[in-house]
């Protein structure tokens, strides 16, 4: 909820025009929510999902292995 509450403050008191969200690995379910929760509920008819950035980044795990994790980037704007 708080990360709602953030996107929710951006558009209302930072009067921003785009907000993006972003996530990696097993938090790309938690962006989803929040972006759902803060378009349909709390900014209803007034922002709407603009784009969508769908990629995967590569690092070394602390074992030394190169491991790949999903991301995801959500932008949201004011219609």
Do not use: C, P, W
Not at 11 to 38: H, L, P, Y
């Amino acid at each position: 909820m708080n990360y709602v509450t953030g996107v929710v403050m951006q558009f209302t008191t930072k009067d921003a025009k785009e907000v993006i969200v972003k996530a990696r690995g097993k938090f790309i379910s938690r962006a989803v929510d929040v972006v759902e929760v803060a378009s349909k509920r709390f900014l209803d008819g007034t922002v709407g999902i603009i784009h969508i950035n769908v990629n995967s980044e590569e690092f070394q795990n602390n074992e030394g292995k190169n491991v790949r994790v999903s991301t995801i980037e959500i932008t949201l704007g004011r219609k």
